[in-house]
């Protein structure tokens, strides 16, 4: 008997169905997972003390909450100004030349290398030869190279969105091309600007491993930015390998969630208007 | 002295604002570059520490030995190469045939509706720490895989797994990208010679979406290859060459984030010699998935 096209037809739809459903199925396992065993632990004093350390894993999340928040002001406060930099080159001043060839190539790049190897860097160059040891500023300085590419990729894009009626109605002002860039098109690029801000945020946030390595991921409050410290995600490591109280890892777990999912809802939110904003058409979105 | 010429044009009146226009253009240059260097930093500080390892081990002596002892000075990284690529493949063999399926689910089978709630659930995926799958791994998976399983359940399938769903977003959002840019015209083409859509999708639209799709799958891997911390969780961790799914291993990036912190003398070269054996695969994947990527939209 041959097998009818549309017999064919019907069991492959089936197949994507469920390869569909399976995917929204692991992020409802995984959040409602962490959800359910973790919310439980969630208490003011758990937000609100120090962790103790030891192998019980006594104490709250307070200071690796203090620790992610410096991490997420020094690495924008680097990245943001370099990667912006770096995105009004490709926008506004790349040329079809070998140097634009090369800029290209480093941002994709170093947007595949993983983790653990700007791990590696920031330990051999920041921890070591320079001298600022576990410290959130070797954190930084090693999630600044990391979060990079997202930056420059973002702005980029916001900037080649600025129709280019905007820019030749400037240079009929007679403005410079200084001038243009910084009163027009980047007002006008703010929205990419802001998304690449809270892109780098949910780096910092879901980072781990370059910053096991450059941290130190000590438990006490950080009084400086060469202070060694942990970030919630560190902290959620430390708690499941090197404590029993897998409870409070499923607990900083919900807190980390609940970040991510405001972080994406706020991306989402503003590049939708930013679409409005550029007339809808965006590119890169395949439609 | 308000009474200067403001008339003479012949002469180029020197404004502020031009230099900085030309200041800033040489500036622009200086961050445009940012990047590439930090790149080239990057490996000349990983080939640098590593260096050494390589010379005193011998590359092809540390590549294929099969001891990692840091007591005993023995370093070889067959194990951890072996166990890397036994997670890799297994995470692709699982998320590759779910990842395009569900690709196609999102392109040509979902009803609007569902495609609003599936895209975003993808897309977040993305943004789950890594610490959280270890964390869900190692509590749901480990046990589960001991009961059927021999050993204690930290093994190469509960990381490969893991691993599959943290690649599943890569792939789908790529090979999804690579299916759109199909033109309407090659479609239209086979469902006018009679075709069923999945006829059409089968024969026309994923041949044509081929090199889209393989990329997919390189910069999957490479970001597989690259996971730390949710595999140092579910894996055991075990320097051995592992010799069945149920088996403990421990991968490259493993033994980085392991060790590094109290590495000294040549141990401390030999894992930059690791990081320079990672970063070389890395490279290769990604240059391969960029490149097809690029032929493909312009």
């Given at each position: 008997m041959k097998i009818s096209p549309k017999f064919t037809h019907n069991v492959a739809w089936g197949v994507c169905w469920a390869a569909g459903l399976l995917s929204l199925a692991f992020l409802f396992i995984i959040i409602g997972y962490v959800f359910v065993n973790?919310?439980?632990?969630?208490t003011w004093e758990f937000l609100t003390t120090n962790p103790k350390g030891?192998?019980?894993?006594?104490?709250?999340i307070l200071s690796a909450l203090v620790g992610t928040l410096y991490l997420i002001g020094i690495t924008l406060l680097i990245a943001v100004p370099l990667g912006v930099g770096a995105a009004i080159y490709m926008a506004?001043?790349?040329?079809?030349n070998w140097f634009t060839k090369l800029v290209r190539f480093g941002v994709e790049s170093l947007a595949g290398i993983p983790s653990i190897v700007f791990g590696l860097f920031g330990f051999a160059l920041f921890v070591t030869a320079l001298g600022f040891n576990f410290s959130i500023m070797s954190g930084a300085l090693t999630l600044a190279c990391l979060c990079l590419p997202v930056i420059i990729r973002t702005c980029e894009e916001a900037m080649k969105a600025v129709p280019r009626t905007y820019r030749e109605a400037s240079y009929g002002l007679g403005a410079t091309k200084w001038q243009t860039i910084t009163h027009v098109i980047l007002p006008a690029a703010i929205p990419g600007i802001i998304t690449s801000i809270i892109l780098t945020v949910g780096r910092v946030v879901e980072e781990t491993a370059c910053l096991y390595v450059t941290?130190?991921?000590?438990?006490n409050m950080p009084t400086s930015i060469w202070s060694s410290a942990r970030t919630l995600s560190l902290h959620l490591y430390y708690l499941a390998?090197?404590?029993?109280a897998i409870n409070k890892a499923l607990a900083t777990g919900v807190i980390l969630i609940i970040i991510i999912i405001i972080i994406n809802f706020a991306t989402r939110w503003l590049s939708d208007r930013y679409i409005a904003m550029s007339g809808g058409g965006r590119m890169s979105n395949g439609n | 002295m308000s009474n200067t010429s403001s008339t003479d044009v012949t002469k180029p009146v020197i404004e502020l604002r031009r230099i900085y226009d030309v200041f800033w253009r040489y500036a622009i240059y200086f961050f445009g570059a940012v990047s590439f260097v930090i790149l080239l930093l990057i490996a000349l500080f990983i080939l640098r520490e590593g260096y050494p390892a390589f010379e005193k081990i011998g590359i092809w002596q540390f590549i294929s030995g099969q001891r990692w002892d840091v007591a005993d000075s023995a370093f070889g990284i067959l194990p951890m190469i072996i166990g890397s690529l036994y997670v890799t493949v297994g995470a692709l063999v699982l998320s590759v045939p779910l990842g395009i399926f569900s690709a196609i689910f999102l392109t040509d089978v979902a009803p609007k509706k569902v495609r609003k709630i599936i895209r975003p659930a993808v897309e977040l995926l993305v943004g789950i720490p890594s610490v959280v799958y270890g964390l869900v791994g190692m509590l749901m998976l480990v046990p589960a895989i001991q009961q059927i399983g021999q050993?204690?359940?930290?093994s190469i399938l509960a990381a490969s797994i893991v691993l599959a769903v943290m690649v599943l977003p890569t792939i789908v959002s790529i090979t999804e990208d690579s299916i759109l840019a199909v033109p309407n015209a090659y479609r239209e083409g086979a469902l006018a010679l009679g075709s069923t859509r999945w006829q059409m999708i089968w024969n026309v639209v994923l041949p044509a979406a081929r090199s889209g799709i393989i990329a997919s799958i390189a910069l999957g891997m490479g970001r597989a290859i690259g996971e730390t911390m949710a595999m140092i969780m579910v894996i055991g961790n075990s320097i051995i060459i592992p010799d069945s799914i149920f088996s403990s291993a421990r991968t490259l990036t493993g033994t980085l984030a392991l060790e590094l912190k109290y590495a000294t003398g040549i141990h401390w070269n030999a894992l930059f010699a690791t990081g320079v054996v990672l970063f070389i695969f890395i490279l290769i994947l990604n240059s391969f998935g960029i490149l097809l990527l690029r032929g493909k939209t312009k």
């Open positions: 973790g919310i439980g632990s969630i030891g192998l019980k894993g006594e104490g709250g506004e001043y790349a040329r079809n941290m130190g991921g000590s438990s390998m090197e404590t029993t | 050993g204690s359940g930290d």
